[in-house]
């Protein structure tokens, strides 16, 4: 029997053509767009500060424990180079995402921002791992403390829900006020979902807008609708509030590289079919963060020191970076 056509993914209407990102400062700070293949996939190598080449994904791993095997093998094996990129030995670099190279097992180390200025797919959604197991083998322990520079006073939050149009909820709110937008001081994971958070919340008055709060959510219309605030980037995907229509409050994951996406879903679509809940609030999202499973440490940790993990070098990689944000190597 036929197997139906799979629906074309999101981003292939885009096969054989440079994309610009829609906000200005995006498209001032990476002229030259993003290019996407044949098969509607984005050409990230010559976005990428670094180039790692993974050995194939463990055969009973599930999708979730994948991806943040991934995650950590790659940060790992650029930690052993003497980048100093790494040297805060906290994760992936502060500003980068991991984003997979569709059909590889490559990963290429590209600005968040960037990555995060559209809807596509990559090497997690074209993977081998198993699409039916779910969750991570995560132990008991305590949630992360957070690292923050600054706090907010409560009258320059009010500002900023003048702005949005609406009051924030309040656990995200307290959040807001005491961090500013902070991050686990250590990478951490939720036991349901396979994303790493190791990156800076939104916050307001940054120094770089694309991190900004309000200026950020501008730039989301494609995936999330006005029933959510995205409040920031993790290593698979978005983390988003509800803040209208009900359930106010709770918090919810958006997978940039969800296999069920398709070309024809508007953000409605994936506000209904692809968003996955994580809490009822922004308070019990972070009490259910815990520290990465000590099992897909080791094998990364194995990977990266017995050389099954190694970095790559590509003549384009880096090349359409701003100079200031290219490995040394790949500096004119």
């Known amino acids: ?106 990963l290429a180390l590209v600005p968040i921002e960037l990555h995060g200025a559209a809807r596509h797919l990559g090497g997690v959604s074209t993977g081998a791992a198993d699409r039916s197991r779910r969750g991570l083998p995560v132990a008991d322990g305590p949630p992360p403390p957070i690292h923050f520079a600054a706090r907010l006073s409560p009258e320059a939050v009010g500002k900023v829900e003048e702005r949005l149009g609406y009051a924030l909820p309040p656990a995200y709110r307290d959040f807001l006020v005491r961090t500013n937008g902070g991050r686990p001081a250590w990478p951490a ?46 290593q698979g995907g978005l983390i988003a509030v509800r803040v209208r229509g009900g359930d106010e409050g709770s918090v919810w ?19 209904d079919r692809l968003m996955h809940r994580c809490a009822d609030g922004f308070a019990a999202f972070w009490r259910a963060l815990r520290e990465v499973p000590s099992s897909l440490r080791a094998i990364a940790e194995r990977d990266a020191a017995g050389g099954h993990a190694s ?22």
């Open 253 to 271: 994951y958006w997978d940039d590289d969800d296999p069920r996406d398709t070309d024809a879903y508007g953000a409605a679509d994936v506000a």
């Open 189 to 234: 994971v939720h036991p349901r979902f396979g994303f790493v958070v190791d990156q800076p919340f939104f916050g307001v008055a940054r120094q770089d807008w694309l991190q900004d709060l309000v200026y950020a959510n501008a730039w989301f219309g494609d995936r999330l609708t006005a029933e959510f605030l995205a409040v920031g980037y993790v």
């Open 311 to 332: 970095p790559v070098w590509d003549e384009r990689m880096g090349a359409d970076l701003p100079a200031a944000r290219r490995a040394p190597e790949v500096l004119p």
């Open 1 to 106: 029997m036929t197997q139906p056509a799979r629906p074309p993914i999101p981003g292939a209407r885009h096969a054989f053509r440079v994309v610009h990102a829609g906000s200005p400062m995006l498209r001032i700070r990476y002229r030259r767009g993003v290019a996407f293949g044949p098969h509607g996939f984005p050409d990230w190598t010559p976005y990428a500060r670094a180039l790692v080449e993974l050995p194939p994904t463990p055969s009973d791993f599930g999708m979730d424990e994948a991806r943040v095997l991934d995650v950590l093998t790659a940060n790992e094996t650029m930690t052993r180079t003497g980048d100093q990129l790494w040297a805060a030995g906290t994760g992936t670099p502060v500003g980068w995402t991991w984003a997979h190279l569709a059909g590889t097992r490559r």
